[in-house]
């Protein structure tokens, strides 16, 4: 099953949670026009390495189980375009959604 709720931001902005209920796992996204923050599952390695050329700006939070954990969450690691935003490991997920926005 498949869930998509807004989440509110600073009372106004709205960015997307997106929620995946797979088999033993949950995956775990919140996207906005510029980036994402995503649960353990996103691999930050291969989007710095392999898909570097892109510039996908991103975060990883771990041992989160719902889209308000991701958002309260620590960031473990990000990647090479979401340091150039200031977005760095440790940021709580909620500020580097706000950075991306």
């Given at each position: 099953?498949?869930?998509?709720?807004?989440?509110?931001?600073?009372?106004?902005?709205?960015?997307?949670?997106?929620?995946?209920k797979?088999?033993?796992t949950?995956?775990?996204?919140?996207?906005?026009d510029?980036?994402?923050?995503?649960?353990?599952?996103?691999?930050?390695?291969?989007?710095?390495?392999?898909?570097?050329?892109?510039?996908?700006?991103?975060?990883?939070?771990?041992?989160?189980?719902?889209?308000?954990?991701?958002?309260?969450a620590?960031?473990?690691?990000?990647?090479?375009?979401?340091?150039?935003?200031?977005?760095?490991?440790?940021?709580?997920?909620?500020?580097?959604?706000?950075?991306?926005?």
């Amino acid at each position: 099953m498949m869930r998509m709720v807004p989440i509110s931001l600073d009372g106004g902005i709205h960015v997307i949670g997106v929620e995946v209920k797979l088999p033993k796992t949950t995956l775990l996204a919140v996207t906005t026009d510029t980036g994402y923050i995503m649960c353990g599952a996103l691999d930050v390695a291969l989007l710095n390495e392999r898909l570097k050329d892109r510039g996908i700006i991103a975060g990883r939070a771990v041992g989160v189980r719902t889209l308000e954990e991701l958002m309260d969450a620590p960031l473990e690691s990000v990647t090479e375009a979401a340091e150039t935003l200031g977005i760095v490991p440790g940021m709580k997920g909620s500020d580097a959604i706000r950075l991306m926005l």
